[in-house]
């Protein structure tokens, strides 16, 4: 795996910073674990992206899904949630301490929270398999050196897709950013940062429909409502699409799998491997409210600490 093994090992190591995850690092860090959150920007989840939310418990009136889960992330931190921007690619969930393999480093821990949602891709692009490794990449940091002084192309609306688009701007000639929808789901410093680079070029509402190549990627076919099929010679492919499936490839078939590709958990939220436990929309029993999400975050929290502590039954304190 790329990156350099952290020596530092957390109590709770938790995959994904959205409600679930937040909340998740909130019990363990107020149980007096050491803990952190593995995640790759602020609108990288369902919640991060929906506008108005205007029955969480406790907030009055409307409120947006990032600003809910600012407010969450602040507060986990306040509590010493330390939150790494990294992306988890692969695991050994079995080894003592647990591994998380990111692109940037190895972080070990006693306990791991996959909360990862169910954004992930089931659909790929045309070409997409078939030129993996030959110029389509998931990863700029790892394979943005390989396009010096060439175009690449960069698909994606999120707070992930326009940092890498930033970062290869860096090494490349010209990147071009594909955006999916009629707006960047970015943050607005993210946004700011991207209109002052003049070799990024924005393409809003751009649909892809082939990568193709003979045996490297060559170029891009894509749609943009009103205008037609467009194509676009480039020698780089980085894809940070959203779909509506659990995101567990970095698991690399661990854990037990409901036929639909959700994780198994029992009521603790513990998975078929001790120690690592599974919350959010991740779970095919899962109801899509980000106060159910934050309710399993909060349950998975207080089971890491009964894990690590050897306790029968959970402790309950409602001054935390």
């Excluded at 907030?59 to 992330?73: K, N, P």
């Excluded at 690399?252 to 799998?257: I, K, R």
């Excluded at 590709?261 to 919350?279: K, M, N, S, W």
């Amino acid at each position: 795996m790329d990156g350099k093994e952290n020596s530092l090992v957390y109590d709770t190591l938790i995959i994904g910073g959205g409600p679930a995850g937040a909340t998740a690092g909130i019990y363990a860090a107020r149980a007096g674990l050491k803990a952190a959150i593995l995640d790759r920007g602020l609108t990288s989840g369902a919640l991060a992206i929906t506008r108005k939310i205007a029955n969480y418990p406790g907030i009055e009136g409307e409120i947006s899904g990032a600003d809910l889960l600012l407010t969450m992330r602040r507060q986990a931190e306040q509590f010493g949630v330390v939150f790494i921007d990294d992306k988890a690619i692969g695991t050994d969930l079995k080894s003592e301490p647990k591994l998380v393999f990111g692109n940037l480093s190895t972080y070990q821990a006693r306990t791991v929270v996959v909360a990862t949602g169910s954004m992930g891709r089931s659909n790929l692009v045309k070409g997409e398999a078939e030129l993996l490794g030959k110029g389509v990449s998931y990863c700029a940091i790892c394979d943005g050196a390989f396009f010096k002084n060439k175009t690449v192309f960069v698909a994606g609306s999120s707070d992930e897709a326009v940092d890498e688009a930033l970062y290869l701007a860096n090494i490349v000639e010209q990147v071009y950013l594909l955006c999916p929808t009629p707006e960047l789901r970015a943050s607005k410093k993210l946004v700011l940062d991207l209109q002052s680079r003049s070799n990024i070029k924005l393409v809003l509402g751009a649909a892809l429909k082939q990568i193709y190549g003979s045996d490297r990627v060559e170029g891009v076919k894509y749609l943009v409502r009103g205008e037609g099929e467009k194509d676009l010679q480039a020698s780089g492919a980085f894809l940070y699409l959203q779909g509506g499936v659990p995101i567990t490839d970095f698991l690399v078939g661990q854990l037990d799998l409901s036929p639909e590709g959700c994780i198994l958990v029992d009521r603790e939220y513990q998975t078929t491997i001790p120690g690592v436990f599974a919350v959010g929309d991740v779970l095919c029993s899962h109801i899509k409210q980000a106060v159910i999400a934050a309710a399993d975050g909060a349950i998975a929290g207080i089971a890491a600490q009964k894990y690590i502590t050897g306790k029968k039954q959970m402790g309950f304190d409602w001054s935390k």
